[in-house]
């Protein structure tokens, strides 16, 4: 079974780790997992954020959960308030797509919760199952440029009826 939870302390190791397969081939090197994690849990940074987890019940009193993705929308203190970066971190090699959809799912909920207008992605040029699947649910991408080594392009979408909902973060 899947379910989104709020993140618990316990679970930052596999999200970074989980990034870091998807935007760094699976280096887990110099620290580039703490740099991931600490830049989700800067105070600098306005968010709302969850993780899916796959839940397994034996009967006993605590179900084993192993975290499957990360969503989370963010922006900075200074930045525009109806403008949010979106994550989406999870498993794009999985065809089934159920974890993708759920985790979308849920960051359609939290933008219409902070009333936002648009919402977009910094995202690996060559990632090409991630791509599809945002662009395939209304994410324009931009022409390729490169950062760092790395070929990138930013997607964005307007919420239009999303942004019917209360302003606020939880």
């Known amino acids: 079974m899947l379910r989104i939870r709020d993140i618990r302390e316990p679970d930052w190791r596999a999200i970074a780790h989980l990034a870091s397969d998807a ?13 991931w994690v600490e830049n989700r849990r800067s105070p600098d ?11 397994i019940s034996d009967g006993s009193v ?8 990360y969503c989370g929308i963010e922006r900075d203190v200074g930045e525009p308030r109806d403008s949010y970066r979106v994550f989406i971190v999870n498993d794009w090699s999985d065809p089934s797509r159920e974890v993708a959809e759920m985790l979308l799912a849920h960051v359609d909920t939290m933008l219409r919760e902070v009333g936002a207008r648009t919402a977009w992605m910094r995202e690996v040029a060559d990632d090409h199952a991630l791509l599809r699947f945002v662009t395939e649910r209304g994410f324009a991408a931009s022409a390729p440029y490169g ?3 790395k070929q990138l392009v930013n997607l964005a979408r307007t919420c239009g009826d999303l942004a019917g909902g209360a302003s606020g973060q939880r």
Do not use: F, L, Y
Not at 23 to 34: A, K, L, N, Y
Not at 45 to 55: D, F, L, P, Q, T
């Open 45 to 55: 940074r306005v968010r709302n954020h969850a993780v899916a987890v796959s839940v």
């Open 147 to 149: 950062v760092a080594g």
């Open 23 to 35: 935007v760094q081939e699976g280096d887990h090197s110099d620290g580039i997992d703490d740099r």
């Open 62 to 69: 605590e179900p084993d959960e192993t975290v499957v993705g």
